[in-house]
T-cell receptor, first 112, second 115 residues
Framework: GNSVTQMEGPVTLSEEAFLTINCTYT??????LFWYVQYPGEGLQLLLK?????DKGSNKGFEATYRKETTSFHLEKGSVQVSDSAVYFC???????????FGAGTRLAVHP | DSGVTQTPKHLITATGQRVTLRCSPR?????VYWYQQSLDQGLQFLIQ???????AKGNILERFSAQQFPDLHSELNLSSLELGDSALYFC??????????????FGPGTRLTVL
């Protein structure tokens, strides 16, 4: 079945630093790819998605490009803020496309 | 706000007990999914319902069951609770039956603590 591997955290950055969180996947076909974010004490929020190869998802300054040749969907942000401190999950559908499978999550801590 | 609601927000109970978690999907969504988030297992898919019918099953224990009602809300029943069932339980909804390109929107979760 499909699978996803996400870089381990925690990632600690200073405010305004550049962020990259790596995500690689194996998949049958070309399912949509997702990044979800979980802020402290809250549920999962969809951050961005990409539905086909070379598609770029973006939201709140975050971007990720669906790379078929490298099977990657890395999350980037040019200048992080303290409010970006959260756990980030890479995900894709699997198992007949009904269920989402998630990476282990990467905890980001941004300091002023 | 995703539009998915879950109640209760927190639940504390004892081993051996039974609890019911409730989820209301976004308006117009026919699919409901249940996930469990625990420290050791991460985020795991439990079960999916589409328009009242079970569609997919994941790592759901036999002590757990779910259903989706005609008004499309769903309930997850957990019985004979064990300490290891303590986790955050998420409900998600989407508009279609399959998730190839569909987006799942998550509720705020129910935190279950079994003492």
């Amino acid at each position: 079945g499909n699978s996803v591997t996400q870089m381990e955290g925690p990632v600690t950055l200073s405010e305004e630093a550049f962020l990259t969180i790596n995500c690689t996947y194996t998949a049958t076909g070309y399912p949509s790819l997702f990044w979800y974010v979980q802020y402290p004490g809250e549920g999962l929020q969809l951050l961005l998605k990409a539905t086909k190869a070379d598609d770029k998802g973006s939201n709140k300054g975050f971007e990720a490009t669906y790379r078929k040749e490298t099977t990657s969907f890395h999350l980037e942000k040019g200048s992080v803020q303290v409010s970006d401190s959260a756990v980030y999950f890479c995900a894709l559908p699997s198992g007949g496309y009904n269920k989402l499978i998630f990476g282990a999550g990467t905890r980001l801590a941004v300091h002023p | 706000d995703s539009g998915v609601t879950q109640t209760p927000k927190h639940l504390i109970t004892a081993t051996g007990q039974r609890v019911t978690l409730r989820c209301s999907p976004r308006s117009g969504d026919l699919s409901v999914y249940w996930y469990q988030q625990s420290l050791d297992q991460g985020l795991q898919f439990l079960i999916q319902y589409y328009n009242g019918e079970e569609r997919a099953k994941g790592n759901i224990l036999e002590r757990f069951s779910a259903q989706q009602f005609p008004d499309l809300h769903s309930e997850l029943n957990l019985s004979s609770l064990e300490l290891g069932d303590s986790a955050l339980y998420f409900c998600a909804s989407s508009s279609s039956q399959t998730g190839f390109t569909d987006t799942q929107y998550f509720g705020p979760g129910t935190r279950l603590t079994v003492l």
